[in-house]
């Protein structure tokens, strides 16, 4: 299995983008699907995923303002992020729990940069 990130870019804090992660091959047996995200000098956090059960769960952090779509595919991912602020800048990565409840696939990440 493969993922692929798209979507990150720099914006002004307040607005919005939306990240992509599509997956390749073997995608059957996925137990749970999220996005993390990694800022300089800072533990990797998880920002938002799905669980086995379909229900979403997102870090207190982003919550009101990232959202996963509801029309997500089974091979794409989404993450639409709204009223961007500065301390959201970070590499995000998609990933995914194949087999299991860990995650254990993951994608190479998409840069997002907001500025004030």
């Known amino acids: 299995v493969r993922l692929e990130e798209s979507g990150g870019g720099s914006v002004q804090s307040g607005g919005s983008l939306r990240l992509s992660c599509v997956a390749s091959g073997y995608t059957y047996s996925t137990y749970c699907r999220g996005w993390f995200r990694q800022a300089p000098g800072k533990e990797r956090e998880e920002v938002a995923g799905?669980?086995?059960?379909?229900?979403?769960s997102y870090a207190e952090s982003v919550k009101g303002r990232f959202t996963i779509p509801q029309d997500n595919s089974k091979t794409t991912l989404w993450l639409q992020m709204n009223d961007l602020k500065p301390e959201d800048t970070a590499m995000y990565y998609c990933?995914?729990?194949?087999?299991?409840?860990?995650?254990?696939?993951w994608g190479q990440g998409t840069q997002v940069t907001v500025s004030s």
């Open positions: 799905i669980g086995g059960d379909g229900d979403i």
């Open positions: 990933a995914r729990c194949l087999g299991g409840y860990e995650y254990n696939i």
